[in-house]
């Protein structure tokens, strides 16, 4: 059995014996403290499989800081909510009882409002905008990587990783707004994608990632919005008759470590640490879309859902409930100038 594995069936005994050593777990591997040798060991906890985006580049990490330190820091990688899920894992990071995780963005929503900002609909075309748009020196990149509230929570930014682009899935063709009049579909728990949902005449329902499949499968909701890669991972696809390919949203995962695990680490493993997240960011925005096309492919050929492309006036008719009104709905909760900047792009 290999320890990836061996960590997924063991996580929730391991969750009992983090609550136990949560102060001591920023030196979980022992050693001498304060000597070079000391060890050190990370938890990196998500909610995705192996074979997302973000599964993926966690492993990518993991490997690269374990080769980088020579084993200073040794990296457990907990995946698809092993250790913790969308309801417990924020406490966990802030607690120190997870040194890593990469949240979507909407999960930050109570501790960090202005990053509902990559919860704005159609905030990108496309894959190929997000650098330019969520650059450190924008201000949508301010709001993500110099953000005071996450600092405030225990919390520093180490990157933006990309899931990719939204599509809707449900069970009935979705091509217009009117598509979607009284059904439910399962949300991120983010204000601004409650009322995005609502503007087009659906309901919306905050419901965790891995819980999605079962009420999908047993009808609570109708729908929702993903990325190929997470709809496909969690066979979404299988009780759903129907994807629109939408593109008209994007799940970005904050890539987040906790401050005291960050700052008990002697300079040069920080210096590491942050330029392999640096490196591991490039890595998964690299993937990303090659992830969504394979996911895409095996959907299709799964042969149990029908995949619809929505026409340029599909699209439009769908932005023009949504933009700029919900952009102006949030101005105050997300910030002026990051509203200003955005509009001023949509021109």
Known sequence: MTRRSLRTLTGVIAISALALTACGGARDGGGEEGGDGE??????????????????????????????TDGRIDVEVYSNSSLYGDKDEMQAVQQNSVQM??????????VAPALQVLDLPFLFDGPEDIPSVSAPDTEVGKAIFANEDLAAKNMKVLGLWDSGMKQI?????TQKPADMEGKKYRIQPSDVLKSQI???????????????????QQGVIDGGENT???????KMH??????????????????????EFFDSLPEDLQEILVQTAEDASTYNRDNAV??????????????????????????????????????????????????????????
Do not use: C, M
Request: aromatic share 10%; hydrophobic share 40%; charged share 25%.
């Open 238 to 259: 299988t009780v759903q008759s129907d994807i629109a390919e939408s593109n008209h949203g994007y799940i970005g995962y904050i890539l987040v470590v906790n401050t």
């Open 290 to 347: 090659a992830v969504n096309d394979e996911s895409k492919a095996a959907i299709e050929a799964d042969g149990s859902t029908e995949i619809t492309v929505w026409t340029e006036e599909e699209r439009q008719a769908f932005k023009e409930v949504v933009v700029p009104s919900i952009y102006e709905q949030y101005r105050d909760v997300i910030g002026d100038e990051i509203i200003d900047e955005l509009l001023a792009d949509q021109e």
């Open 101 to 110: 995780l990469a949240p979507a963005s909407a999960k930050f929503t109570t």
């Open 39 to 68: 060890t050190f060991t990370l938890k990196f906890s998500h909610v995705t499989t192996d074979s997302t985006p973000k599964g993926k580049a966690a492993i990518w990490f993991e490997e690269e800081l374990e080769k980088r």
């Open 169 to 173: 899935h449900s069970n009935n063709l």
């Open 198 to 216: 609502e503007a087009w005449g659906g309901s919306a329902e905050a419901i965790a990632f891995a819980e999605v499949y079962s009420a999908l």
């Open 228 to 234: 190929y890669s997470n709809i496909e991972s969690q």
